[in-house]
């Protein structure tokens, strides 16, 4: 190769001069290259061609310009350009287009531009130094001997070239690098900002779609139980909503391998990697080229994936992957946040509804003595409105007829291990008294300390007035016992002892000894009903049950005794009543109860029976004149071993179980029971009991 002469170097320079001067403020790429083009062809007055890769390598940006300054920019795909066989050169080449040129140049378009030749110079050009620049050409069409630059002398112009081109593609990366920056960190910002899963993954939706420049991005996480890979409904798209949830198991599929190996992974051909798991494509018709992958780490757990997928026109780089990681760690950090939140309302939530349902009363005291929270119960019990006990001091709030709550807090913070109960009263805010029974447990902070007490009031007052009952019971059983068996003891004696000589004296006292017997074997045959009760024993042994043949038998010795005592029995029972379902027994402990109720309340008058049934079930309606329920002691009527004030103080006996066992056997075979009545004007029970089949 011969040395450049003194006027090829005075040329160069002037070019040089020029480019400098042109591309002195020019920083994009396509720019230089048009600049470049112009230059050269006005310079050397021929056809000037340059044409540069994309980073992707599948097309060329090609310039061409005419001497007379006439330039078209146009797109060429790698075949039509066929600019590689001499790029690969990387040295200048003068192409003969009639010569031994590369077979791929012939049906080129660039080798429809010359007549006879091409200088082609590639781009970047050689040396030690390593350019940003992509593959690149500058060709001459056609130059003529005389032209400035030759073989000789081009190759430092590519040099030259490369440089400004180099400094565009740099200027490009740290513009584009400084808006990926931004993104991200908006993005970041936008996933911290919010406790919301929906918003997180709205943002990924949109703005990490559109930053990436991908078809979509889908987050996977790992269900803690089973460590399969789930992956969010919404993410995946139109075609997948009529699907079931997405689920990979452990370790299946890219995201499986992913999650397991901790690695992140660019793949643009998925179906050319036999880890990916192609059934969602086919079942769902969406069609994956192209993934990048990245575990979602909290630390040093791995708490699910996140993918890009299907780069939009090019492929996956190592730049894309950096992009993502730098968006996975915030999202992660997001998603573990929310769904910290979301637990944690939960648990709040939880805990509110338990305090607020909880049948006994609760109130929080923090450490200053403040009361912090009170449920309704608690509200119920004390006659208070919220107002007048939340954020009170409790000594003032809350009185105790003996003991203080101050106290029993103190005796709760000093018992660790136990948790102390007091009984007492509480006042209430109209100056009653409710018996209470009241415990309490500290709430410890995380260094320890004790930052509230938690106390629950049980109300006392039904246990009481169960207990008052069972004294009552056993008052009345022992009552009830003593009478027949003194008067059975009393003429047993006087039978041994010879006191009744006459057989009718002696008939009589045995009569009385047989009628007090039956009276306690009715008091334990009611006892034994009673535990067979409580057994549940009434729901078994269910059968479609007539009424008509149960009332034949056991309404004639009831209109007698009604009859002896001197009252009007009328019963209206209409004929062939479809069954219910229950057991002969129970009905026949049902009606002979409440028939004989109202025989036993019924000083004069009337008792009435009446049955008849009516849309789908059977009613049967017992009613009295007698001396009627008290008001007050209708919301107890139904209690277990509960007796009317009345009944007691006019001496007429009873248990107080019968029409406890009334409700629950009637109830126990989905039928009703409703009572009216008013004191001194008589009583109706109305039993309701669903037809069934024969």
């Given amino acids: 190769m011969n040395e450049p002469t003194l006027v090829d170097t005075k040329h160069i320079h002037l070019l040089w001069q020029k480019l400098a001067i042109e591309l002195a403020g020019i920083f994009d790429a396509h720019g230089v290259c048009a600049v470049v083009a112009s230059e050269v062809a006005a310079f050397c007055q021929v056809t000037a061609v340059v044409g540069v890769s994309d980073p992707f390598k599948k097309y060329f940006d090609v310039w061409t310009c005419e001497p007379d300054g006439r330039i078209e920019q146009t797109r060429w795909d790698n075949q039509k350009a066929s600019f590689y066989p001499l790029i690969e050169e990387r040295q200048p080449v003068l192409a003969e287009k009639f010569g031994r040129s590369p077979a791929e140049l012939i049906h080129s378009a660039l080798w ?30 056609d130059p003529t001997p005389d032209c400035p630059l030759n073989l000789d002398n081009i190759e430092s112009l590519g040099t030259y070239i490369t440089i400004t081109l180099d400094r565009a593609y740099l200027r490009h990366t740290v513009h584009r690098q400084d808006i990926e920056f931004a993104v991200v960190s908006d993005i970041s910002f936008a996933l911290t900002s919010t406790l919301s899963l929906q918003n997180i993954y709205k943002q990924l939706m949109g703005s990490v779609r559109r930053t990436l420049n991908v078809g979509s991005v889908s987050v996977g996480l790992i269900d803690s139980p089973t460590g399969d890979i789930v992956f969010v409904d919404m993410l995946l798209g139109d075609l997948f909503k009529d699907m079931p949830s997405l689920r990979l198991k452990k370790g299946q599929g890219i995201a499986g391998w992913v999650a397991e190996n901790r690695q992140p992974v660019i793949i643009n051909d998925v179906y050319a990697d036999n880890r990916f798991f192609a059934r969602f494509d086919r079942q769902s018709g969406f069609h994956t080229d192209s993934m990048i992958c990245i575990p979602l780490q909290v630390e040093d757990r791995v708490i699910g994936i996140l993918q890009a997928i299907n780069k939009q026109g090019g492929e996956f780089m190592e ?15 997001a998603i573990e946040n929310a769904s910290l939140h979301s637990e944690v309302l939960a648990e709040k939530r939880r805990i509110e509804t338990i305090f607020a349902s909880m049948s006994e009363g609760m109130l929080t005291v923090n450490a200053d003595g403040f009361i912090t929270h009170a449920n309704d119960a608690l509200l119920t019990l004390t006659l208070q409105s919220p107002d007048k006990l939340i954020g009170q001091p409790v000594q003032k709030a809350i009185r105790f007829s003996t003991g203080s709550l101050p106290e029993f807090m103190q005796q709760v913070q000093d018992e660790e291990e136990d948790y102390p109960q007091m009984a007492t009263s509480l006042y209430q805010s109209s100056g009653q008294t409710v018996p209470v029974l009241v415990s309490g447990a500290p709430i410890h902070d995380e260094d320890g300390s004790i930052s509230e007490m938690i106390f629950v009031f049980s109300d006392l007052r039904q246990i009481r007035e169960v207990e008052r009952l069972r004294d009552d019971f056993f008052h009345g059983i022992i009552h009830e016992l003593r009478t027949p068996l003194a008067t059975i003891l009393m003429y047993a004696r006087l039978l041994r002892e010879g006191k009744a000589q006459q057989k009718e004296k002696a008939d009589r006292f045995l009569g009385v000894i047989e009628r007090e017997s039956d009276r306690l ?22 059968e479609p ?50 028939i004989d109720n109202a025989i036993k309340f019924t000083m004069s008058g009337t008792v009435r029976i ?50 406890y066992m009334v409700k629950e056997a009637v109830e126990n075979y989905n039928g009703t029971i409703t009572v009216k009545s008013k004191e001194g004007a008589g009583t109706t029970f109305t039993v309701r009991l669903p037809v069934t089949e024969d």
């Fill in 319 to 333: 730049n894309d992957l950096r992009l993502l990681q730098a968006i996975g760690g915030p999202l992660a950090a």
């Fill in 610 to 659: 009446d049955a008849w049934n009516e849309n789908g079930s059977v009613y049967i309606k017992v009613q009295d004149d007698g001396i009627g329920i008290p008001e007050q002691a209708m919301p107890h009527l139904f209690g277990r071993f509960f007796r009317a004030q009345t009944a007691v103080e006019r001496g007429i006996a009873g248990t107080g179980l019968g029409l």
């Fill in 545 to 594: 049950i007539r009424l008509n043949p149960l009332f034949d038998e056991i309404l004639p010795p009831l209109a007698d005794r009604a009859t002896e005592k001197g009252l009007t029995f009328r019963q209206k029972i209409q004929p062939a009543m479809p069954p219910v379902l229950g057991s002969q027994d129970t009905f026949h402990l049902i009606f002979k109860n409440l």
């Fill in 112 to 141: 429809q531009l010359p007549r006879n030749h091409i200088l082609a110079l590639p781009l970047p050009g050689t040396g030690e130094y390593q350019p940003l620049t992509p593959p690149g050409i500058l060709c001459l069409i």
């Fill in 521 to 542: 074997q009715k008091m334990v045959r009611q006892m034994l009903e009673l535990a067979k009760m409580e057994a549940r024993e009434f729901q078994r042994g269910a």
